[in-house]
C-alpha cells in the first residue's frame, strides 16, 4: 500500500501501516508495576499470570479488498491451561502446524471496534516456527468478525491508521 496523506495531522505518511497491536493482554494492562512484578511474567509471545490465566499472541488478518496485503492486528488470546503447556511444548518443534487449533478468547481492546473486542471467541492456529499463530474470530455480529470474514478497504485501513498513529 502506498502512503496517504492523513485527515488527523494533515501531512502526508510515505507509507500506509499494515499492522497494529496490543503491547500485552489486557488483563497485564490493567495491572500495577507492583503487581506485574509478583504475579505475572510476559515474553514477546507468551504471558501468564497468577499461574492461572495463560496467553499468546497472535494475528488477526484482516483481507483488504483493494490490496493484495492483508491488515494484520496482533492480539492476545488467553488459553485453557493445557492448551497453552501444549502449545508451548511445541514452540520450537518443526510441523507444529499441523497441531489442531485451539479454542480461544480475545484478550485484546482493539481501537476503533464499538462494542470492544475483549472476550470474542476465536479459534487459534499455530504457525510454522518463526510465525505467530493466526486468529480467526469466531463469526458473529461483531464487527471485527465481519470484517475478517468480508474484508476492509483501503479507506478503513487509513481510518485504523489515523486512529492508532494520532489517538
Given at each position: ?34 503487581e506485574r512484578a509478583t ?8 504471558c501468564i499470570i497468577d ?106 485501513v487509513q481510518e485504523i ?7
Amino acid at each position: 500500500m502506498n502512503g496517504f496523506h492523513c485527515k488527523s495531522c494533515g501531512e502526508y505518511h510515505d507509507e500506509m501501516p499494515r499492522c497494529f497491536g496490543a503491547s500485552a493482554p489486557a488483563m497485564w494492562l490493567a495491572m500495577s508495576e507492583e503487581e506485574r512484578a509478583t504475579r505475572a511474567e510476559i515474553s514477546t509471545d507468551q504471558c501468564i499470570i497468577d499461574d492461572q490465566y495463560y496467553f499468546v499472541l497472535g494475528r488477526i488478518a484482516l483481507p483488504v479488498l483493494d490490496s493484495p496485503e492483508p491488515f494484520v492486528w496482533l492480539a492476545w488470546i488467553s488459553l485453557s491451561e493445557s492448551n497453552f503447556l501444549r502449545c508451548s511444548e511445541l514452540w520450537d518443534t518443526p510441523g507444529r502446524e499441523t497441531e489442531p487449533a485451539y479454542f480461544g478468547w480475545l484478550q485484546s481492546s482493539l481501537p476503533t471496534y464499538t462494542p470492544s473486542t475483549l472476550n470474542l471467541k476465536t479459534s487459534v492456529q499455530t504457525m510454522p516456527i518463526g510465525e505467530r499463530p493466526i486468529i480467526t474470530i469466531e463469526p458473529s455480529t461483531h464487527p471485527l468478525a465481519i470484517e475478517q470474514l468480508h474484508g476492509i478497504t483501503r479507506a478503513r485501513v487509513q481510518e485504523i491508521a489515523e486512529f492508532c498513529l494520532h489517538g
